[in-house]
């Protein structure tokens, strides 16, 4: 079972940057394809980024490409989302998640067996 758990969120203008970070225990993460979703208030969760396990893929949401950037760390057990020019339209808590299979175009949310809790990320105009 592995558990995730974000951090890194916060108030930041618009056209700054963030880094979450999602870090794993439970399990080591080199098995698992990574991702990075998004909620905002009255909206339903909508996917960011991911990056499966060789980190030799990975794969955008269109309106985040060039502005948000996925990495790991599997020695840290660490996944991150880097992000700049964020946008009000931004806001949102931000979820890691965590599969076991391989993603092979941009994966929804079923793929995903494991989820943290979210941070809150709030851009201000």
């Known amino acids: 079972q592995v558990q995730l758990v974000e951090s890194g969120g916060g108030l930041v203008q618009a056209g700054g940057s963030l880094r979450l970070s999602c870090a794993a225990s439970?399990?080591?993460?080199?098995?698992?394809?990574m991702g990075w979703f998004r909620q905002a208030p009255g909206k339903e969760r909508e996917f960011v980024a991911h990056?499966?396990?060789?980190?030799?893929?990975?794969y955008y949401a269109d309106s985040m490409k060039g502005r948000f950037t996925i990495s790991r760390d599997n020695a840290l057990n660490s996944v991150y989302l880097q992000m700049s020019s964020l946008k009000p339209e931004d806001t949102a808590v931000y979820y890691c998640?965590?599969?076991?299979?391989?993603?092979?175009?941009?994966?929804?949310?079923?793929?995903?067996?494991?989820w943290g809790q979210g941070t809150q990320v709030t851009v201000s105009s």
């Open positions: 439970g399990g080591t993460i080199s098995r698992y394809g």
């Open positions: 990056i499966n396990w060789s980190s030799g893929s990975t």
């Open positions: 998640a965590a599969t076991p299979r391989w993603a092979y175009r941009v994966p929804g949310a079923g793929l995903y067996d494991y």
